[in-house]
C-alpha cells in the first residue's frame, strides 16, 4: 500500500503562483511514476504531468506547458507542482497520483481557485 498527502492548494488571484506537494509513504518501492491529476466541476479528471520516478521524465498537458513544473524529491519521497500564471481555468480539485506496477493509488485531493 501507498498513502499520498497532498499540500499546498488555495485560492489566488489570476497571474498568481501555488505550489503543491505531495508526499508518499508506505511500499513506495515499487511506485514507478507520480503525477497530478484535476478535477473540475462536471468534468473528467485529467492529467496535469508527471514524472518518473527512475529517471524523472516528466509529461506535460498542453495545457499547462510553460506554465507548470512537476519535479521531485527522492529523498523526501515528495512530488512538487509548481504553478506560475494561474488562470480562472485551472481552478480544480488537484490530485496526486501513484503508479506501481501492481496498483494505483490517489491522494485526497485539494482544491484550487483562481479568482480575482
Known amino acids: 500500500q501507498v498513502q499520498l498527502v497532498e499540500s499546498g492548494g488555495g485560492l489566488v488571484q489570476p497571474g498568481g503562483s501555488l505550489r503543491l506537494s505531495c508526499n508518499a509513504s508506505?511500499?513506495?518501492?515499487?511506485?514507478?511514476?507520480m503525477g497530478w491529476y484535476r478535477q473540475a466541476p462536471g468534468k473528467q479528471r485529467e492529467l496535469v504531468a508527471d514524472i518518473t520516478t527512475s529517471d524523472g521524465t516528466t509529461t506535460y498537458s498542453e495545457s499547462v506547458k510553460g506554465r507548470f513544473t512537476i519535479s521531485r524529491d527522492n529523498a523526501k519521497n515528495t512530488v512538487y507542482l509548481q504553478m506560475n500564471n494561474l488562470k480562472p481555468e485551472d481552478t480544480a480539485v488537484y490530485y496526486c497520483s501513484a503508479k506501481g506496477f501492481a496498483a494505483g493509488y490517489w491522494g485526497q485531493g485539494t482544491q484550487v481557485t483562481v479568482s480575482s
Open positions: 508506505g511500499s513506495i518501492f515499487a511506485i514507478y511514476v
